[in-house]
């Protein structure tokens, strides 16, 4: 169901790889609720070519940045401008890319300058984001901004490696920032810390279907879709949400504040 939360609204989406990613999933519900949008994905990712059936669904332009390179920003930004007519009112910054993992590497032998990437594409990349919108002045007045994160950055989950670093700066970058571009413009900045979701990336993480079921097991709401996380970040975008910022908000079904459940005791009794 739709209601025009987004009617009138513009924003860049980050980070569609597939259908299953939560981004595409976002641009489907932000198309809905009325807003008009841009995608954008790194290069290699607009090679697949994917992305360009979501375009069609979204009727949305297609533009490419890799996100450790401010040229490719500043191009984004300046055509996204260009395309609107106009400032952005929201971005999803829905981007990660852990190297180490990738490569299999333990946390305990990581390689330096593999992480040094990983910690640019999934954490610093926020920062080179807002700076970008912030040198082009590209935000509308209360614009908003979303990240989004996992519970590693606060809770040791072993198989999330280097990961679990990056997301603690992400989540640090979306504060220190935010609080500056709310003092200029009322810019929002927050972190939604979503469930463990079948994805490309998530599916990245060692042991991925026994966590994803003791999670389900753990939380008393289960775990949140990635259909669900669009919801919520339509409504993070929508001026009903319009004091929130600089916060990390939990989108999980209730697992981060559950110690534990019957369910998984019982389980643990068999
Ligand atoms: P996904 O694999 O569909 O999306 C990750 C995206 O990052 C891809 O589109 C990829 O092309 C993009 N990306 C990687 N390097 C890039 C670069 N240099 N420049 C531009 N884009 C680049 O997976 P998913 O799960 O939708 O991930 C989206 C976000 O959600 C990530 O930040 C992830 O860490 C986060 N997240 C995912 C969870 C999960 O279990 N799937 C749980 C909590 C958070």
Known sequence: MAYNLLKGKKGIIFGALDEKSIAWRTALRCHEEGAQLVLSNAPVALRMGEINKLAEAVNAPVIGADVTNMDDLKKLFEESMKHFGGGIDFILHSIGMGLNIRKGKHYTEMDYEWNKKTNDIS?????????????????????????????????????????????????????????????????????????????????????????????????????????????????????????????????????STTGVTETVIEQMEK
């Open 123 to 255: 954490a610093m990349s926020l920062h080179r984001v807002l700076k970008t919108a912030w040198d082009l002045d590209a935000l509308t007045e209360g614009a908003s901004v979303i990240a989004l994160t996992y519970i590693a950055a606060q809770r040791v989950f072993p198989d999330y490696n280097e990961m679990a670093d990056a997301k603690a700066l992400l989540e640090s970058v979306a504060r220190s920032f935010g609080y500056h571009y709310g003092v200029r413009k009322k810019v929002r900045v927050n972190t939604v810390s979503q469930s463990p979701t079948r994805t490309t990336a998530g599916s990245g993480v060692k042991g991925f279907d026994g966590f994803i079921n003791f999670c389900e097991k753990m939380s008393p709401l289960g775990n949140a879709s990635a259909d669900e996380c669009a919801d919520y970040c339509v409504t993070l975008f929508s001026d009903l949400t319009k004091m929130v910022t600089m916060q990390n908000l939990f989108h999980d079904g209730g697992y």
